[in-house]
């Protein structure tokens, strides 16, 4: 069964309004995770690493301000989107290490489909 | 220097051939080199993954072949069955996981 949940699946929102995006760990704890978007047929690009309990850590070229990263829990993390706009539409993913391994070993969530109209 | 080059872009394979992707990386910090299969609408799974101090690692059908001198890297897919039809991601990690481009693969029977 899947080991990181995320939720929701898919959402539309209408441009301007924002997204809540939550990653979950099931049954193991993940000090942290990793957020990814993907556009359609291309390749999985790091948006962020979230720790828990400290500042998320941006890549270069990710406005942290829209992309609001909270890692509250050793648990949970949460993307939220805010003020999207269509060019904001994409397929999220999370993912958090396995057991003790490195950030190469990653479990990722279903992903997340964002439509902005 | 964090790019890791993927190709082909496409590959179409018949039932029982050999599918080959190959990757190239120029960032000698890399130290884990994994592959990942990813379904359509679905996120992706750790298939198979190598250290560079290791030249082959073999794991049932799928084997990688590593070069660290070359930095290049592949994965070979034996008898290769239509369930395996789905897109491949070459991946090299540090303290974070840098994907490649990606490689549909599509095995017809």
């Known amino acids: 069964g899947a080991v990181v949940s995320q939720h929701p699946s898919w959402v539309i929102c209408k441009s301007g309004t924002s997204v809540k995006i939550e990653c979950r760990s099931l049954?193991?704890?993940?000090?942290?995770m990793f957020w990814y978007r993907q556009f359609p047929k291309q390749s999985l690009m790091l948006m962020a690493t979230s720790n828990e309990g400290s500042k998320a850590t941006y890549e270069q070229g990710v406005e942290k301000d829209k992309f609001l990263i909270n890692h509250a829990s050793l648990t949970l993390s949460t993307l939220t989107v805010t003020s999207a706009h269509p060019e904001d539409s994409s397929f999220y993913i999370c993912?958090?290490?396995?057991?003790?391994?490195?950030?190469?070993?990653?479990?990722f969530g279903e992903g997340s489909r964002l439509t902005v109209l | 220097q964090q790019q890791v080059k993927q190709s082909p872009q496409s590959l179409i394979v018949q039932k029982g051939g050999i599918s080959i992707i190959n990757c190239a990386y120029e960032?000698?910090?890399?130290?884990?080199f994994p592959w990942y299969q990813q379904f359509p609408g679905k996120g992706p799974a750790l298939l198979i993954a190598?250290?560079?101090?290791?030249s082959e690692k073999k794991e049932g059908r799928f084997t990688i072949s590593f070069n660290k001198s070359a930095k290049q890297f592949s994965l070979h897919i034996m008898d290769s069955q239509p369930g395996d039809s789905a897109t491949y991601f070459c991946a090299a990690s540090t303290d974070k996981l840098i994907f490649g481009t990606g490689t549909r693969l599509q095995v017809f029977p």
């Open positions: 190598i250290r560079p101090d290791v």
């Open positions: 049954d193991f704890q993940a000090t942290t």
């Open positions: 993912s958090a290490p396995r057991g003790l391994a490195g950030p190469g070993e990653l479990f």
């Open positions: 960032n000698t910090a890399f130290d884990y």
